[in-house]
C-alpha cells in the first residue's frame, strides 16, 4: 500500500513538472443567436503577428495553446521542416487527433511513450506532402508525448488525459485517419496547421463557420478564456468586418441606412500611425485637454470584453480615432440611431442592449455571470433586436475613478455641448434606456467609442 502510494505521489510530482515547464492557455469558442445556441462547423485561428494558422473542426470547439510556441517542443521551424499541431482535444478523454503537416513526401516514423518513457506505439508511415491526421486511443495513463521524426528531426507534443473506463484493456492505439485535401481560402475543409506558432503578446484572429454565416474576433490571450460569436444582427453588405491600426478586426451592423461596428473600439494607435497616450496617473487624467485612453481600472484584461476608455479629446484628434473611413458618430448621428429604432422612451433602449445579463430571463446564452455583461435586472434586460450588443463598459471620472462596469454602457459623440462638455449616449441598467446626455459629460471622461463608417 505504501508503495503504491508513493508511485501515486510519483507520478502527480512528474506530471506536475512537466505541466510547469511549458504552461499552457484553453481558449473555448462558442456562438449564439440572441441567447439560442448557434453549432459551430469550424473556427479558423490565424496568428496576424507572426502568420500561420490553425483550424478546429465540430465538434472540438476548444484550443490548449503553448504559451511560447502553440506547438509544445516545436522549435527550429524553417520552409522545408515539417510540423505538428498539438491535438484536440487536450485533455483527451477516450480519443483525440493529431494533424501533422509535411512540405514534400517522407518516411515518417511516429513514437507516443507514457510518463516512465515506455513506448506504447512505435509506427512507420510514407506519407505524401501536405496535411494528415492521426486518431489516438490512450490507456490508462494521464500523460502521454508524441513524437514524429523524418530527416534527423524531431518534433514532441506533450498529451493530457483523463483515464477512461472505456479502455478496459489499458492499451493505446495509433489510427491513421488518411490525408486532408487543402483549397486555397476554404477553410472549412483547409489545412487544419499551417506552421501554426504563439508567442504571449501575439494578435490572433478567429473566424467562426455557421450555417448563419461568419463573425470575426481579435484578441491577444493571456490565459484561459471563453470567446463568443454573436449572430444577431446583418453585417454591412460588402463591408463585413473592419480592421484598425492596432489589426482588431471588428465586425459590421447594418441597422437602417447607418453602418456601425458592432464592437467598442480598443486602438491604441491613431489612424495615422500616432501612438494614443496611455494615461494611468489620476491627476494626470484630470487635468489633460488632448487625447488619451485606458483600461477599465488599468487592466489590459478587460480590453477584449468592452475595448478601451477614451477621453472626449480624442475623438476629435485630427490624427484620427477610427479606422480609414470611419469616425466617430456626431450627435444628429446618434440621434439617427435613437429615431430608427423609436426613440429614447422607455422600453427602447433594451432593444440596444446586448442580452448578456446576469439571471437573464431570456436564458440560454443570455444567462451569463462572467464579464461582458449586465448586472441583473429583472424588466430592464438587453434583448439586442438590432445586433448592435450594447455592453456596459462602465467610465473612468473626470477625477480618475473607474465606475460602474456591468450597469452604465456610454459612447462618446464628436459634438460639443459646451466649453467643458460634450455630448454623449448613455444604456443603463436599471433605466434600459438610451438616454442624451446633457449634465455632467465632463470631457475628461473616460467613455467608450462606437465608429461609423463615413
Known amino acids: ?33 440572441n441567447g439560442q445556441h448557434v453549432p459551430l462547423n469550424s473556427i479558423l485561428i490565424e496568428n496576424l503577428t507572426q502568420g500561420g494558422d490553425t483550424t478546429l473542426y465540430a465538434p472540438d470547439t476548444v484550443l490548449v495553446l503553448d504559451y511560447v510556441t502553440g ?85 514532441t507534443i506533450k498529451m493530457f488525459s483523463f483515464p477512461s473506463n472505456a479502455n478496459v484493456s489499458g492499451y493505446c492505439k495509433l489510427g491513421y485517419n488518411g490525408q486532408q485535401k487543402t483549397g486555397a481560402g476554404d477553410y472549412k475543409s483547409g489545412n487544419p496547421l499551417n506552421n501554426f506558432v504563439f508567442d504571449l503578446g501575439d494578435m490572433l484572429k478567429f473566424t467562426s463557420f455557421t450555417d448563419q454565416g461568419e463573425r470575426v474576433i481579435t484578441s491577444s490571450p493571456t490565459g484561459d478564456q471563453t470567446y463568443y460569436f454573436h449572430y444577431t444582427g446583418d453585417p454591412c453588405p460588402g463591408t463585413p468586418t473592419v480592421t484598425d491600426i492596432d489589426g482588431n478586426v471588428y465586425n459590421t451592423l447594418q441597422i437602417g441606412s447607418q453602418c456601425w461596428m458592432k464592437e467598442n473600439l480598443k486602438t491604441t494607435t491613431y489612424q495615422n500611425g500616432t501612438p494614443i497616450p496611455n494615461v494611468t496617473d489620476a491627476n494626470a487624467w484630470s487635468n489633460l485637454t488632448t487625447g488619451a485612453y485606458v483600461w477599465y481600472n488599468n487592466d489590459i484584461s478587460w480590453k477584449d470584453k468592452y475595448g478601451a476608455l477614451y477621453n472626449w479629446y480624442s475623438t476629435v484628434n485630427a490624427n484620427g480615432l477610427c479606422p480609414t473611413g ?35 430571463p431570456l436564458g440560454g446564452g443570455c444567462n451569463v455571470s462572467e464579464h461582458p455583461r449586465w448586472n441583473q435586472h429583472s424588466t430592464h434586460y438587453g434583448t439586442d433586436d438590432y445586433g448592435f450588443s450594447g455592453l456596459p463598459g462602465g467610465y473612468r471620472h473626470d477625477y480618475a475613478l473607474f465606475n460602474n462596469a456591468g450597469a452604465y454602457g456610454l459612447w462618446w459623440s464628436s459634438t460639443v455641448y459646451s466649453f467643458y462638455s460634450a455630448w454623449s449616449r448613455y444604456l443603463i441598467a436599471w ?24
Not at 515518417?108 to 506504447?120: A, F, K, W, Y
Not at 429615431?339 to 429614447?344: A, K, R, V
Not at 434600459?432 to 462606437?450: A, C, N, P, T
Request: proline share 4%.
Open 1 to 33: 500500500m505504501k508503495t503504491r502510494i508513493l508511485l501515486t505521489i510519483l507520478m502527480i510530482a512528474m506530471i506536475m513538472g512537466v505541466m510547469a515547464q511549458k504552461p499552457t492557455m484553453t481558449l473555448t469558442f462558442t456562438a449564439d443567436n
Open 71 to 155: 506547438m509544445e517542443e516545436n522549435s527550429g521551424l524553417s520552409g522545408n521542416s515539417f510540423s505538428l499541431s498539438q491535438n484536440y482535444p487536450n485533455p483527451m478523454e477516450g480519443k483525440t487527433t493529431v494533424s501533422l503537416w509535411l512540405p514534400e513526401r517522407n518516411d515518417i516514423l511516429i513514437t507516443i511513450s507514457d510518463v516512465v518513457g515506455r513506448e506504447v506505439v512505435n509506427q512507420e508511415f510514407q506519407l505524401e506532402q501536405g496535411t494528415h491526421t492521426f486518431s489516438f486511443y490512450p490507456g490508462r495513463k494521464s500523460l502521454y508525448f508524441f513524437t514524429a521524426r523524418a530527416d534527423q528531426q524531431s518534433r
Open 326 to 360: 470611419w469616425h466617430v458618430p456626431t450627435n444628429n448621428e446618434w440621434t439617427a440611431l435613437t429615431d430608427y429604432i423609436g426613440g429614447t422612451a422607455a422600453p427602447h433602449g433594451n432593444e440596444l442592449k446586448s442580452c448578456r445579463q446576469k439571471n437573464s
Open 431 to 454: 433605466y434600459g434606456q438610451l438616454v442624451v446626455s446633457i449634465f455632467g459629460e465632463d470631457k475628461h471622461y473616460g467613455f467608450s467609442v462606437r465608429c461609423l463608417r463615413d
